[in-house]
């Protein structure tokens, strides 16, 4: 019936717009993650040219830092990806409703 399309559409609906502040927000983190991994880069470089004495343990934890910000940063956009084709389906289903429910219309504005 119209009115179960129309609920559909409205979740649906609901969905995608959920999906989109999604990927908006996992955008924003993305960004300031790549702002750290550039400081934790440079910090890093700063400490290789001042010949800190314990340099060895320095750039080791240095290195281990910027590897797990690299794998956070890799899936925020695994997920920012994901959410972006989720977001791109419901709109698809979205539209399919949509003329179904005009499809729907005219047919019984025919009867």
């Known amino acids: 019936s119209v009115q179960w399309t129309e609920c559909n559409l409205q979740l ?28 934790f880069r440079m910090e890093n470089e700063n400490l290789r040219a ?8 320095l750039k080791h ?12 940063i890799t899936g925020a956009n695994w997920s920012i990806a994901q959410l972006t084709s989720g977001v791109e389906s419901l709109h698809f289903v979205a539209e399919v409703l949509k003329s179904t429910g005009k499809i729907s219309e005219v047919g019984a504005e025919k009867e």
């Open 12 to 39: 649906m609906t609901q969905r995608a717009l959920e999906a989109e502040s999604n990927v908006e927000k996992l955008k924003q983190e993305n960004f300031i993650l790549q702002g750290e991994l550039d400081r």
């Open 50 to 57: 001042g010949q800190t004495t314990d340099l060895g343990a």
């Open 61 to 72: 934890n240095m290195d281990f830092a910027l590897q797990n910000l690299q794998k956070i």
